[in-house]
């Protein structure tokens, strides 16, 4: 079976190839093959994966190519991971948002939608030589805004595109931990969209023990999610949120730590991302240990200034374990390759979900997969405070989705306005004439 990456000179992509090399069953990938614009990522990471697989008997054989037509033909299955822009383009969002006193994060606010604007037209273009070359491949993305670019490559290629988010995952595992349970035996009840969902249950042996970790404020507090809320706001919402929804809950507290930063998140991972793949650069560098040593910094960081306005200090070492979404992939592929039945949390169209939101709005819930794909199964209605802002968001992808359509700049204008962290139609129209100035990726967007 062949696995084609996309954004195959990205740093993450020893997690998916690591995991390969664990999958021993019949029907497992057999080659990799590595797609990127940029020669030097290619030639680093292909040599990261080299070591990686010494000493692994079959493991599965790279080859790596700047030529996407090349990389599509004959694949079973294509992981989305591109980055438009690059990092630099990452910083840029970040910096403009700011500027503005809006966040600028990748995935939430200013910053998304910004991020959404320059991925979406190559998405769709990507989408369309699947369509042509590759008509019976499985698409995983990865690529952010998750949720969005989901949904835009869906609008080509339907249920053949399934995205996947390692957020859920993580805090499933770090709930059931606290409470004793095995995570992969656990029930996790979540819902949402990508980056704005929230864990109401974890079902053990068919019975709820959320209730338990309620009630122990202690335990509450103990695990990354509890300390960045705190257990007074965790127990008012009933729910334990995604990490990301401190951008919303604290907005006003993580604005302030993002601008009172020495660097913003973009910019940290820019200039640590360039020193690796400088080193790289050097034939004598072991490619395996200098990923691994930046990949535990990278890691150890993660949402840092969030903790800083909640004012919990360091990551605890039991919560730097990776959500594992390089385990979803390959459990997703298992699943519909193998019909190795399973359940996940994926990024998948709504169908009769959640009524709140139409047929085709992509939406993060628990899913039975099988050989036919991702399935979301039924789950209680949102509470009136969450749709609101489940809604709300949703109609910002939208009209995102309306803007790369038509071209149109009031349209974007309206996607900036509209979201729930920009206050005000000025500052819309500034972030867009920022954004336009900035990127020669957005220069499609008309008057």
Known sequence: MKLTILGGGGFRVPLVYGALLGDHAEGRVTHVTLYDLDEGRLSAIARVLADQAEGVPDAPVVTATTDLDEALRGTDFVFSAIRVGGLEGRAADERIALAE?????????AG???????????????????????????????????????????????????????????????????????PDEAWIDYVGLNHLGWLRGLRVGGRDVLP?????????????????????????????????????????????????????????????????????????????????????DREATYMAANREAAGIGERDEEDLESGGYEKVALALMGAIARDERTTLILNVRNGSTLSVLDADAVIEVPCFVDANGAHPVSVAPLPYHAVGLVTAVKAVEREVLAAVESGSRATAVKAFALHPLVDSVAVARRLVEGYTAEHPGLAWLRS
């Open 101 to 109: 006193g809006v966040l600028g994060q990748e995935t939430v606010g």
């Open 112 to 182: 998304g939608i910004a991020y959404g604007l320059r991925t979406v037209p190559v998405a769709i273009r990507i989408a369309r030589r699947i369509a042509e070359l590759a008509p019976d491949a499985w698409v995983i993305n990865f690529t952010n805004p998750a949720g969005l670019v989901t949904e835009a490559m869906a609008r080509v290629l339907g249920d053949r595109v399934v995205g996947i988010c390692d957020s859920p995952v993580g805090l499933g595992r770090r709930v059931a931990r606290v409470l004793g349970a095995n």
């Open 212 to 296: 338990r970790l309620f009630a122990d404020e202690e335990a509450l507090g103990s695990f990354e999610e509890g300390r960045l809320f705190g257990p007074e706001w965790l127990r008012s919402l009933g729910a334990i949120p995604n990490e990301y929804l401190h951008y919303y809950y604290f907005n006003r507290e993580a604005v302030h730590a993002y601008r009172t930063a020495e660097r913003t998140r973009g910019a940290y991972l820019r200039d640590q991302q360039g020193r690796f793949y400088e080193e790289m650069g050097k034939p004598d560098t072991p490619a395996l240990a200098a990923w691994r040593r930046t990949l535990a």
